[in-house]
T-cell receptor, first 118, second 116 residues
Framework: AQKITQTQPGMFVQEKEAVTLDCTYD???????LFWYKQPSSGEMIFLIY??????QNATEGRYSLNFQKARKSANLVISASQLGDSAMYFC???????????????FGKGTKLSVIP | GAGVSQSPSNKVTEKGKDVELRCDPISGHTALYWYRQSLGQGLEFLIY????????KSGLPSDRFSAERTGGSVSTLTIQRTQQEDSAVYLC??????????????FGSGTRLTVV
């Protein structure tokens, strides 16, 4: 079973509008971390935002915010005031507690390709 | 260095040849990860190094894949007898410690491997 599900292969948004990228996750551990990364066409993975499972408030970083709904196991990324430079692939990822062989690696979703239209 | 450095950035090789991919993590980062990203897919974990501990090799897809990390710094991922399905972008990431920080893991720009 997939641990991270991103149901939107592609999204379009008008410049200056807000957009929500969906992410649902599956874990039985109470302690975990959720990350969003941006991957432009150049290929590097750029960290955007982090949400810990015990954090009481939704994470925010500038124009990025994470809509964390723990009971629904969803961690949607909201980008406000979209810019042309936001066009990229966006990946949701989860870090679970160490589980022997697990070694804290991140488990990634398949990504959403966001295109910002001028 | 300022970031995670990977070389080469692009590698084209013939099926059956061996290849070596290099990762130079951020100085002082004890944890190092290798991931593989196939076309249109998310990242797939391959291997993890933490300090002098035995590496976690649970993500390596076959025994043709191996990796080492010398002196707790530079890492080399080796793929023997390459197959066309090995074509992918290989990404390296490092962090201060195994569980990373709340600021995530720092990734390199990757090596795009094409097996022809």
């Amino acid at each position: 079973a997939q641990k991270i599900t991103q149901t939107q292969p592609g999204m379009f948004v008008q410049e200056k509008e807000a957009v929500t990228l969906d992410c649902t996750y599956d874990t039985s551990d109470p302690s975990y971390g959720l990350f969003w990364y941006k991957q432009p066409s150049s290929g590097e993975m750029i960290f955007l935002i982090y949400q810990g499972s015990y954090d009481q408030q939704n994470a925010t970083e500038g124009r990025y915010s994470l809509n964390f709904q723990k009971a629904r196991k969803s961690a949607n990324l909201v980008i406000s005031a979209s810019q042309l430079g936001d066009s990229a692939m966006y990946f949701c990822a989860m870090r679970e507690p160490y589980s022997g062989a697990g070694s804290y690696q991140l488990t990634f979703g398949k990504g959403t390709k966001l295109s910002v239209i001028p | 260095g300022a970031g995670v450095s990977q070389s080469p950035s692009n590698k084209v090789t013939e099926k059956g040849k061996d290849v070596e991919l290099r990762c130079d993590p951020i100085s002082g980062h004890t944890a190092l990860y290798w991931y593989r990203q196939s076309l249109g897919q998310g990242l797939e974990f391959l291997i993890y190094f933490q300090g002098n501990s035995a590496p976690d090799k649970s993500g390596l897809p076959s025994d043709r894949f191996s990796a080492e990390r010398t002196g707790g710094s530079v890492s080399t991922l080796t793929i023997q007898r390459t197959q066309q399905e090995d074509s992918a972008v290989y990404l390296c990431a490092s962090s201060l410690r195994g569980q990373g920080s709340n600021y995530g893991y720092t990734f390199g720009s990757g090596t795009r491997l094409t097996v022809v």
